[in-house]
Protein backbone atom coordinates (compact mmCIF):
# COMPACT_ATOMS: atom_id res chain seq x y z
CA UNK A 1 0.00 0.00 0.00
CA UNK A 2 1.41 3.41 -0.66
CA UNK A 3 -0.02 6.65 0.20
CA UNK A 4 0.89 10.08 -1.71
CA UNK A 5 -0.63 13.01 0.31
CA UNK A 6 -0.71 16.82 -1.20
CA UNK A 7 -2.41 20.03 -0.90
CA UNK A 8 -0.34 21.97 1.33
CA UNK A 9 1.28 25.28 1.20
CA UNK A 10 1.09 28.37 2.63
CA UNK A 11 -1.96 30.30 3.84
CA UNK A 12 -2.68 33.33 6.31
CA UNK A 13 -4.85 32.76 8.96
CA UNK A 14 -8.36 32.50 8.68
CA UNK A 15 -7.66 30.76 5.27
CA UNK A 16 -8.33 27.48 3.72
CA UNK A 17 -6.54 24.56 2.01
CA UNK A 18 -7.81 21.04 1.49
CA UNK A 19 -5.15 18.20 1.23
CA UNK A 20 -5.69 14.86 -0.39
CA UNK A 21 -4.55 11.70 0.27
CA UNK A 22 -3.70 9.01 -2.81
CA UNK A 23 -3.66 5.29 -2.33
CA UNK A 24 -2.21 2.75 -4.24
CA UNK A 25 -4.08 -0.54 -4.58
CA UNK A 26 -7.54 -1.99 -5.00
CA UNK A 27 -8.63 -2.40 -1.37
CA UNK A 28 -9.28 1.20 -0.13
CA UNK A 29 -12.12 0.62 1.04
CA UNK A 30 -10.72 -2.05 3.75
CA UNK A 31 -8.57 0.50 4.94
CA UNK A 32 -9.58 2.86 8.07
CA UNK A 33 -8.02 6.27 7.04
CA UNK A 34 -6.40 8.76 9.64
CA UNK A 35 -4.39 12.60 9.34
CA UNK A 36 -2.31 13.31 11.96
CA UNK A 37 0.62 16.48 11.97
CA UNK A 38 3.48 17.13 13.65
CA UNK A 39 4.74 20.76 14.25
CA UNK A 40 8.65 21.38 15.01
CA UNK A 41 9.91 19.74 18.33
CA UNK A 42 6.00 18.33 19.01
CA UNK A 43 5.18 14.79 18.34
CA UNK A 44 2.78 13.36 15.73
CA UNK A 45 -0.50 13.87 16.56
CA UNK A 46 -3.93 12.53 15.82
CA UNK A 47 -5.92 14.93 13.54
CA UNK A 48 -8.82 12.91 12.12
CA UNK A 49 -10.30 9.58 11.22
CA UNK A 50 -12.62 7.91 8.72
CA UNK A 51 -14.08 5.01 8.93
CA UNK A 52 -13.81 2.53 5.53
CA UNK A 53 -17.37 3.64 4.06
CA UNK A 54 -17.00 7.22 5.58
CA UNK A 55 -20.17 7.13 7.81
CA UNK A 56 -18.17 8.01 11.17
CA UNK A 57 -15.38 10.80 11.67
CA UNK A 58 -13.41 11.26 14.61
CA UNK A 59 -11.56 15.03 15.31
CA UNK A 60 -9.19 16.00 17.49
CA UNK A 61 -10.86 18.51 19.69
CA UNK A 62 -7.96 21.23 18.38
CA UNK A 63 -10.13 21.35 14.54
CA UNK A 64 -13.45 19.92 15.40
CA UNK A 65 -15.80 22.48 13.96
CA UNK A 66 -13.07 23.84 11.67
CA UNK A 67 -11.91 20.56 9.86
CA UNK A 68 -13.80 18.01 7.35
CA UNK A 69 -12.32 14.81 7.06
CA UNK A 70 -14.04 12.57 3.92
CA UNK A 71 -13.43 9.83 1.60
CA UNK A 72 -14.00 8.90 -2.03
CA UNK A 73 -13.56 5.11 -2.56
CA UNK A 74 -14.05 4.99 -5.68
CA UNK A 75 -10.63 7.12 -6.54
CA UNK A 76 -8.59 5.39 -3.49
CA UNK A 77 -8.83 9.18 -1.94
CA UNK A 78 -8.91 10.78 1.42
CA UNK A 79 -9.36 14.42 2.00
CA UNK A 80 -8.94 16.86 4.57
CA UNK A 81 -10.73 20.56 4.20
CA UNK A 82 -9.19 22.71 6.27
CA UNK A 83 -11.22 25.78 7.24
CA UNK A 84 -10.54 28.68 9.46
CA UNK A 85 -6.94 28.03 9.86
CA UNK A 86 -4.71 29.05 12.53
CA UNK A 87 -0.64 29.62 12.79
CA UNK A 88 -0.55 26.23 15.51
CA UNK A 89 -2.17 24.40 12.61
CA UNK A 90 1.26 24.73 11.07
CA UNK A 91 2.99 21.42 11.07
CA UNK A 92 3.83 18.48 8.42
CA UNK A 93 0.55 16.77 7.94
CA UNK A 94 0.42 12.91 7.19
CA UNK A 95 -2.34 10.28 5.73
CA UNK A 96 -1.93 6.94 7.19
CA UNK A 97 -4.26 3.81 6.48
CA UNK A 98 -5.08 0.84 8.66
CA UNK A 99 -6.67 -2.54 7.75
CA UNK A 100 -8.53 -2.57 11.69
CA UNK A 101 -11.80 -1.28 11.62
CA UNK A 102 -11.38 1.38 14.17
CA UNK A 103 -8.16 3.32 14.65
CA UNK A 104 -9.04 6.61 15.36
CA UNK A 105 -6.39 8.30 17.56
CA UNK A 106 -3.73 5.28 18.03
CA UNK A 107 -0.89 6.13 15.59
CA UNK A 108 0.93 2.55 16.48
CA UNK A 109 -2.30 0.71 15.28
CA UNK A 110 -1.43 2.47 11.29
CA UNK A 111 0.59 0.56 9.47
CA UNK A 112 0.71 2.54 6.11
CA UNK A 113 1.76 6.28 6.03
CA UNK A 114 2.30 9.07 3.48
CA UNK A 115 5.38 10.94 2.75
CA UNK A 116 3.56 14.47 4.56
CA UNK A 117 2.67 17.72 3.06
CA UNK A 118 3.71 21.12 4.67
CA UNK A 119 0.80 23.35 5.77
CA UNK A 120 2.03 26.46 7.26
CA UNK A 121 -0.08 29.19 8.57
CA UNK A 122 0.86 32.87 8.98
CA UNK A 123 -0.04 35.24 11.53
Known amino acids: VQLQASGGGLVQAGGSLRLSCAVSGRTFGTYYMGWFRQAPGKERAFVAG????????HYADSVKGRFTISRDNAKNTVYLQMNSLKPEDTAVYYC?????????????????WGQGTQVTVSS
Open 96 to 112: AATPRPLAAEVLDEYPY
Open 50 to 57: ISRSGGTT
